[in-house]
């Protein structure tokens, strides 16, 4: 098993990629601010175990023995759907860019958390490798 296979940096790298896609699907807002009619949108998350099971949402059984039935490739994939923000004008433009600024900022902020856990994660690997004494 290498070093890319643990479960906890596989599930890092999964909440990485999704905050990836949501500051893409927000920057597509914004860009898309005074177009007639565009309608803003935003990426789902399962935070609820058993909808997360149901999706699929980059979630994976292990097949711990060759005898195991061997799970469906499913992988992580991303879904945006409409989420007009509070205003709509009289274009039909629902887009609101301080909503989508302050989506922006949330997603950045748990990119930064999520990148001081992997470095902190790594920190702990790095000292489990270490020779005693040292």
């Known amino acids: 098993m290498g070093i890319a296979d643990l479960p906890l940096l596989g599930q890092i790298k999964g909440r990485l990629s999704w905050l990836d896609e949501r500051q893409r699907v927000v920057a597509q807002?914004?860009?898309?601010?005074d177009t007639p009619g565009y309608v803003a949108r935003d990426l789902n998350q399962p935070t609820?175990?058993?909808a997360a099971m149901r999706s699929g949402g980059g979630v994976q059984m292990t097949r711990t023995s060759a005898m195991h039935i061997?799970?469906?490739?499913q992988t992580a994939r991303f879904e945006s759907t409409a989420a007009p923000d509070s205003e709509t004008t009289l274009d039909g433009n629902a887009?609101?860019?301080e909503e989508q600024m302050l989506k922006m900022a949330e997603s950045r902020m748990a990119y930064d958390a999520a990148i001081g856990f992997y470095q902190k994660s790594m920190q702990m690997l790095r000292m489990a490798a270490r020779p005693?004494?040292?």
Not at 29 to 33: Q, R
Not at 70 to 73: F, L, N, R
């Open 29 to 33: 807002n914004v860009a898309n601010a």
């Open 48 to 50: 609820d175990f058993a």
């Open 70 to 73: 061997a799970p469906a490739g």
């Open 95 to 97: 887009v609101v860019v």
């Open 132 to 134: 005693p004494g040292r």
